[in-house]
């Protein structure tokens, strides 16, 4: 029998924390749900001292989730951990995932405590969690450039007041595959009672290493990896689940574990998580992006129609991508349009919500004949913006471009309920669409990134448009779908906008794994 590879997700924790990436309460709850239908082991919910928004997402998320742990981070204080404790109280399986750090230089400069003191904190810290749940996960932060021997010594210390699973991160992504694992190695043959806890790692990917850094550890012990969809992540991201899992599940010669994740759910929880954060899957993108199983050279295609495995190592349909199939059409009733949504983890608040998807839907099927899941998670996100986060609505639209002419925009839009009329001229629609916006809004915002994508295949395809702004210290990111570009790039400018307007601004956490 193979050891069981814990599969531990912090798409909604350090996912979260890449520029413009915070979700709503909603949409966590969506990406959580897809996580537990995935069997994904532990769901890292987020950080519940970090803010109010944040407590409360974990908490419904601990409400919502029944097969999988639910894990909230906090700093080794016993503030963060009393609200870590209080947001998992309902969970079914809960976990209170701690942290401090270990580098001389985090110790000195960010901490400024010395060694002794970090020790006895982290152990304080460890009774504090256990008073809330006996899943207790310790972490020490910047372990990939911290002193050997200081690990051995605080994870004993740990180990002996009772946490359960002991974290390696390399913070920022600066280890090597072969040196990473002989840490590992080194510590668990170090560490006295290393056999009573899983070994973790959560490795970031600053040199393109994470995922390397992650299965090397694997193949030195580790039993838990970290990790996020599509490897979202704080700068160049974390390892990505996708290529943990597959690597594991295609290389079973080689490694000793084995995962209990639906491998068929991959590709539909990318396609989630890109859709509500705004970061698009670059084509070539191990395992999800859209070239995975393309095949343009001939002799490639050659080979791959005579016998599959000459050129693929996975199956395509093994990691869901032939599971996104059309579901329904303009004939389609509102219950197969709610079970639908049942089945993809869409909950909506009330029949009325409900009444206004349904309505949208017959609308898009008028326009496009070929319904997708992906088309249903577009239109169902803006069903999920309440009106008071709709601050400003667009009402109504007419672009004109042509050949030699100056393109220019007139528009209607609401601000807080009373309607404003606006036009501009512009390079081209969109950005006449923008600054016809603008004259009415005067926002101050810099636009950091405009990026359209096709949400699905055939020229009436829904377009998603993802607009990131900035304004003061925060940054972030507005989507908006429609089978017309032009409006849809104006529905994801006004959902920024609604973003900055918006008093939920979340809190970071001061310190992360």
Same mark, same amino acid.
């Given at each position: 029998?193979?050891?069981?590879?814990?599969?531990?997700?912090?798409?909604?924790?350090?996912?979260?924390?890449?520029? /413009?990436?915070?979700?709503?309460?909603?949409?966590?709850?969506?990406? $959580?749900?897809?996580?537990?239908?995935?069997?994904?082991?532990?769901?890292?919910?987020?950080?519940?001292?970090? %803010?109010?928004?944040?407590?409360d997402a974990i908490h419904a998320i601990a409400e919502a989730i029944k097969e999988s742990t639910v894990c909230s981070l906090a700093r080794a204080n016993e503030n963060d951990i009393?609200?870590? /404790?209080?947001?998992?109280?309902?969970?079914? *399986?809960?976990?209170?995932?701690?942290?401090?750090?270990?580098?001389?230089?985090?110790?000195? +400069?960010?901490?400024?405590?010395?060694?002794?003191?970090?020790?006895?904190?982290?152990?304080?810290?460890?009774?504090?969690?256990?008073?809330?749940?006996?899943?207790?996960?310790?972490?020490?932060?910047?372990?990939?450039?911290?002193?050997?021997?200081?690990?051995?010594? *605080?994870?004993?210390?740990? *180990?002996?007041?009772?946490?359960?699973?002991?974290?390696?991160?390399?913070?920022?992504?600066?280890?090597?595959? %072969?040196?990473?694992?002989?840490?590992?190695?080194?510590?668990?043959?170090?560490?006295?009672?290393?056999?009573?806890?899983?070994?973790?790692?959560?490795?970031?990917?600053?040199l393109g290493l994470a995922v390397a850094n992650s299965l090397a550890a694997v193949l030195a012990g580790a039993r838990q990896v970290e990790c996020t969809i599509n490897g979202l992540?704080?700068?160049?991201?974390?390892?990505?689940?996708?290529?943990?899992?597959?690597?594991?599940?295609?290389?079973?010669?080689?490694?000793?574990?084995?995962?209990?994740?639906?491998?068929?759910?991959?590709?539909?929880?990318?396609?989630?998580?890109?859709?509500?954060?705004?970061?698009?899957?670059?084509? =070539?993108?191990?395992?999800?992006?859209?070239?995975?199983?393309?095949?343009?050279?001939?002799?490639?295609?050659?080979?791959?129609?005579?016998?599959?495995?000459?050129?693929?190592?996975?199956?395509?349909?093994?990691?869901?991508?032939?599971?996104? +199939?059309?579901?329904?059409?303009? #004939?389609?009733?509102?219950?197969?349009?709610?079970?639908?949504?049942?089945?993809? /983890?869409?909950?909506?608040?009330?029949?009325?919500?409900?009444?206004?998807?349904?309505?949208?839907?017959?609308?898009?099927?008028?326009?496009?004949?070929?319904?997708?899941?992906?088309?249903?998670?577009?239109?169902?996100?803006?069903?999920?913006?309440?009106?008071?986060?709709? #601050?400003?609505?667009?009402?109504? !639209?007419?672009?004109? %471009?042509?050949?030699?002419?100056?393109?220019?925009?007139?528009?209607?839009?609401t601000i807080g309920g009373v309607e404003h009329k606006a036009g501009a001229v512009g390079g081209g629609p969109v950005d006449a669409t923008f600054k016809a916006i603008e004259t009415?809004?005067?926002?101050?915002?810099?636009?950091?990134?405009?990026?359209?994508?096709?949400?699905?295949?055939?020229?009436?395809?829904?377009? @998603?448009?993802?607009?990131?702004?900035?304004?003061? @210290?925060? *940054?972030?990111?507005? =989507? /908006? $779908?429609?089978?017309?570009?032009?409006?849809?790039?104006?529905?994801?400018?006004?959902?920024?906008?609604?973003?900055?307007?918006? !008093?939920?601004?979340?809190?970071?956490?001061?310190?992360?794994?």
């Amino acid at each position: 029998m193979k050891d069981r590879l814990v599969i531990f997700d912090t798409t909604l924790r350090d996912g979260e924390q890449s520029p /413009g990436a915070s979700m709503t309460k909603e949409e966590k709850i969506r990406v $959580a749900r897809q996580l537990e239908r995935m069997r994904v082991d532990v769901i890292e919910a987020g950080f519940a001292a970090a %803010s109010p928004g944040d407590f409360d997402a974990i908490h419904a998320i601990a409400e919502a989730i029944k097969e999988s742990t639910v894990c909230s981070l906090a700093r080794a204080n016993e503030n963060d951990i009393v609200r870590a /404790g209080e947001a998992i109280r309902p969970a079914k *399986i809960g976990r209170i995932h701690t942290f401090i750090a270990t580098s001389p230089i985090h110790m000195e +400069k960010k901490l400024r405590m010395t060694p002794d003191q970090v020790v006895e904190q982290a152990v304080k810290s460890i009774g504090w969690a256990r008073s809330y749940t006996d899943n207790v996960e310790f972490s020490a932060e910047d372990a990939g450039r911290s002193e050997l021997d200081f690990l051995c010594r *605080i994870f004993e210390a740990v *180990i002996k007041a009772g946490a359960t699973t002991i974290n390696v991160p390399d913070t920022v992504g600066y280890n090597l595959p %072969s040196q990473f694992a002989e840490t590992i190695k080194q510590l668990i043959s170090r560490v006295p009672n290393a056999d009573k806890v899983v070994w973790s790692v959560h490795c970031h990917n600053d040199l393109g290493l994470a995922v390397a850094n992650s299965l090397a550890a694997v193949l030195a012990g580790a039993r838990q990896v970290e990790c996020t969809i599509n490897g979202l992540g704080e700068r160049a991201g974390n390892a990505s689940l996708e290529e943990i899992v597959m690597a594991v599940r295609t290389r079973a010669d080689v490694f000793p574990v084995e995962t209990g994740v639906d491998a068929t759910q991959i590709v539909p929880a990318s396609k989630l998580v890109s859709q509500i954060t705004g970061y698009p899957v670059q084509p =070539n993108k191990a395992v999800v992006g859209a070239n995975a199983f393309a095949h343009e050279s001939g002799i490639h295609q050659d080979g791959v129609l005579k016998h599959r495995e000459t050129y693929e190592i996975m199956r395509a349909q093994d990691v869901g991508w032939t599971q996104n +199939k059309l579901v329904l059409g303009k #004939h389609s009733g509102r219950n197969a349009f709610k079970t639908r949504l049942a089945e993809l /983890g869409i909950e909506l608040a009330s029949d009325e919500v409900l009444n206004a998807a349904f309505s949208r839907f017959k609308a898009l099927a008028d326009k496009k004949h070929e319904i997708f899941d992906e088309d249903l998670q577009a239109l169902v996100s803006d069903e999920t913006v309440t009106p008071e986060d709709e #601050h400003y609505k667009l009402m109504y !639209s007419r672009v004109c %471009s042509e050949t030699g002419e100056t393109p220019e925009a007139s528009l209607t839009l609401t601000i807080g309920g009373v309607e404003h009329k606006a036009g501009a001229v512009g390079g081209g629609p969109v950005d006449a669409t923008f600054k016809a916006i603008e004259t009415v809004v005067q926002s101050g915002a810099e636009l950091l990134l405009y990026s359209v994508n096709a949400i699905t295949t055939g020229t009436d395809a829904q377009g @998603e448009v993802t607009v990131r702004l900035s304004r003061g @210290e925060r *940054i972030v990111n507005g =989507n /908006g $779908a429609d089978t017309d570009i032009v409006i849809a790039s104006a529905k994801a400018y006004l959902n920024a906008l609604n973003k900055l307007h918006s !008093s939920g601004d979340k809190v970071k956490a001061q310190g992360n794994v």
